[in-house]
């Protein structure tokens, strides 16, 4: 590799996640803000999780496959998070090469298994909207359970297959990484084994792992969507679209920001930019999934506004 040669060729152990820069007057502003952002993440995602599990309005397929996403979402902030904080609270910016790996397989994971759970989510919305008369043959909690279970294993199996190959390339020269977690592209540039197999297995992982799933969710409300334009009713079109209006705002924000960073050239777009687009699809939408549909859908909001009450009276009854 050209860009190795004439360095120092050791190999090295540890990356530094160069992060949001090193102002100092920054860091403690910017502590508090992921603070606070994870801790609401992690506490609305488990209230969502809670009041799917426990109130049996909530049994139905759609709010099955919510669950498990508001679970995953909770794992999926605890992976890239808390590392994050821990820097901009001591400064300390290295991070090893194995607890990097282990980040990035963890990321690996938990984005492809939303991307696939997202998926799971319109297509139920799909078979429910578009083909009402066959949703309980279609979708029940069988059914549920295997995409659930497919999307967990698949994504397990794709990560494995690409990480196994990114965790033989050896390191050596440059150890910064200009992002604040462990990501895939950044790590390879920094390789100077030759990359050409890995680029191309990923190449091939993605086009099956992570296009299918993200092609299911516009093409499902290109249906949805025409459907309910021909509901004759107006008050029908509006009930119809309530029921997906949440999952459709959530897959919005996440596609635009996901596709900003990935898609917009590297080249001539400022870094902070493709940073600031990065904590929106890595920190903001499992922060907006609880409130989003907490706020725009009526049986989780109608389920939180008992829980509430059960709660409060619990807490009169024991003062009194
Ligand atoms: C996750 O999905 C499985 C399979 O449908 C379901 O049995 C389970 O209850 C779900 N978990 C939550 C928290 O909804």
């Not at 040669?5 to 090193?22: A, V």
């Not at 008369?133 to 359970?145: D, E, I, W």
């Not at 790590?187 to 799933?213: H, M, Q, Y």
Request: aromatic share 12%; net charge positive.
């Amino acid at each position: 590799m050209e860009t190795a040669e004439g360095r120092n060729q050791t190999p090295i152990s540890e990356f530094i996640l160069l992060g949001f820069g090193n102002g100092p007057e920054l860091q403690p502003l910017l502590f508090m803000l992921f603070l606070v952002i994870y801790l609401v993440t992690v506490a609305g995602n488990l209230l969502l999780f809670v009041l799917v599990v426990t109130d049996r309005h909530l049994h139905i397929p759609m709010y099955y496959l919510l669950g498990n996403l508001s679970w995953l979402e909770t794992c999926y902030s605890c992976t890239i998070l808390p590392r994050l904080l821990d820097s901009l609270l001591t400064g300390d910016r290295a991070i090893s090469i194995k607890n990097c790996f282990v980040q990035l397989y963890l990321f690996g994971v938990l984005s492809s298994t939303e991307n696939m759970l997202l998926a799971a989510m319109s297509f139920d919305r799909y078979i429910a909207i578009c083909h009402p008369l066959r949703y309980t043959a279609l979708m029940n909690g069988r059914v549920c359970c295997w995409l659930v279970a497919g999307a967990w294993l698949g994504s397990f199996l794709l990560s494995t297959i690409v990480d196994s190959l990114l965790f033989q390339l050896t390191f050596c020269g440059s150890k910064e990484i200009d992002h604040f977690f462990c990501d895939f592209a950044p790590i390879i540039k920094l390789s100077c084994s030759d990359t050409r197999t890995l680029e191309l297995v990923t190449f091939v992982v993605a086009a099956v792992g992570f296009t299918a799933p993200c092609l299911l969710p516009p093409i499902s409300y290109f249906f949805i969507i025409s459907t309910i334009l021909r509901i004759p009713s107006s008050s029908g079109r509006k009930k119809a679209f309530s029921t997906c209006s949440s999952h459709l705002i959530v897959l919005v924000v996440l596609y635009v920001t996901t596709i900003t960073v990935y898609l917009v050239p590297t080249a001539n777009t400022p870094k902070v930019v493709h940073k600031i687009f990065s904590v929106f699809y890595t920190v903001l939408t499992p922060l907006l999934n609880p409130i989003i549909y907490s706020l725009r859908n009526k049986e989780v909001s109608e389920s939180l506004r008992k829980a509430l009450l059960k709660l409060s009276d619990f807490g009169n009854r024991h003062r009194i």
